[in-house]
C-alpha cells in the first residue's frame, strides 16, 4: 500500500524539508575530520547551505497531497545528486559520506510502495562508484554489503507498511461497515448528518413484520433477508448516496441533492427491484428533505421518522413523505405496489 493520503505526503516531504539542513551541516562539519582543509569547508558551505535551505523552503510548502507518491522521489534523487556533485569534485576524498545512501534507502522505504529501491538501485551504485573516486578494491569489496543493507532497509520497512495498511484498512472496515448487510453503521453518523445541507434527502426503512418472519422461518432466513436489502439498497443508491444500517431491521439512505423527487424516485426503484428479490417481503419507507426551515441533518432523520410511523400506521408496504404543511393532516403516499404482510 504507498501513502495515499495527501496529508502522509505532505508529512513526509516536510519531515525532508527539516532533516535536509541538519544532514548538511552534520556533513559539512565533519568534513575536517576526513582530510577537507577549512577554506574547503567554507567553499562548501557557501553553495550547500544556500542550496539547502532553498530546497527545503520549496519542500515545505510545495503541495505535496496533490501529488502522486512517486513525486517524493525527488527526495532521494536530489540528495544523490549532490552527493554525486560532492563526489566529482573530491576524487575520492568524499568517500566516507557515500553511507547517507543508507538514509535515502530508509526515506524510499518509508514513501514508495516495494521493490521501488531495486529501480533506483542502479543510480546509488553509480554515485557509490563517483564518490569513491572510480571503481577500486576497496569499493568491491564494501559495495555488495552495502547494496545488501540498502535493499533490506528499503523493503523490509515497505512490506511492513504494507501489512500495516492492510490490516489498518481491515480494522477501519470493520469499524465503518455492519457486518452482516456491508452497509455503513452508526459510527459516524453524526458527522454525516451535520455534513447534510438543503435539498439534501433522507430515506428511512424498516421491513414489514421482521419479528415474525424470524419467529416462523428463523433467524437464519431473517439474516438472508436483511443481507439483501443491504445489497439491494447499495445496488440502487448512487455513489454519492450513504446507506446506513439503522437499527436491526431499519435502515437510513442518505442522498446529497435529491429532493423529495430524487428521494422518492429512489424509493420506487428500490420497490421494482425488491419484488423480485423478496415478493414475499414488504418494507415501509418516511421520506424528509433537509431545508432552510430545518435544524439540520438529524431533525430531517426525525421527520422521517414521524413519516414512516404514518406509513407503518396507514397499512405499510408504501413510502410517506414528511411535509411541514401537510404532516399530520393529509399525507402524501406513494403507490403501496406490494401487499402488506398484515397482523
Known sequence: MMFRAGDDRQLMARVAALAAPAVAVTLLATMPLVGYTMQQVGAWAAVVVPGVVGASAAAWFLPWRRWPDRALLAVPLGAWACLAVLGLASHGQAAPFAGYSGLLFLFIGLTQRPWTSLLLLPVAVSVHVVMYGGPTAELAARLPISITVWVATAEVIARYRVQTGVEFAGLERRAHVD???????????????????????????????????NDTAGHAAGDDVLRETGALLRQVAR?????????????????????????????????????????????????????????????????????????????????????????????????PGVPALRR
Open 239 to 335: 455513489r454519492e448516496d450513504s446507506v446506513i444500517r439503522y437499527g436491526g431491521e431499519e435502515f437510513l439512505v442518505l442522498l446529497p441533492g435529491a429532493g423529495e423527487a430524487g428521494a422518492t424516485s429512489f424509493d420506487a426503484r428500490l420497490r421494482a427491484a425488491w419484488a423480485d428479490v423478496q415478493p414475499h417481503v414488504t418494507f415501509s419507507t418516511g421520506i424528509a428533505v433537509v431545508d432552510a426551515a430545518t435544524t439540520g441533518g438529524a431533525t430531517a432523520v426525525a421527520h422521517a421518522d414521524e413519516a414512516l410511523y404514518a406509513a407503518k400506521a396507514a397499512g405499510r408496504a408504501r413510502a410517506t413523505s414528511w411535509r411541514a404543511d401537510l404532516f399530520g393532516s393529509t399525507l402524501q403516499q406513494a403507490d
Open 179 to 213: 457486518p452482516l448487510t456491508g452497509c455503513g453503521n452508526r459510527y459516524d453518523l453524526s458527522r454525516m448528518l451535520a455534513a447534510l445541507r438543503p435539498g439534501d434527502a433522507v430515506v428511512l426503512l424498516d421491513l414489514d413484520h421482521f419479528k415474525r418472519l
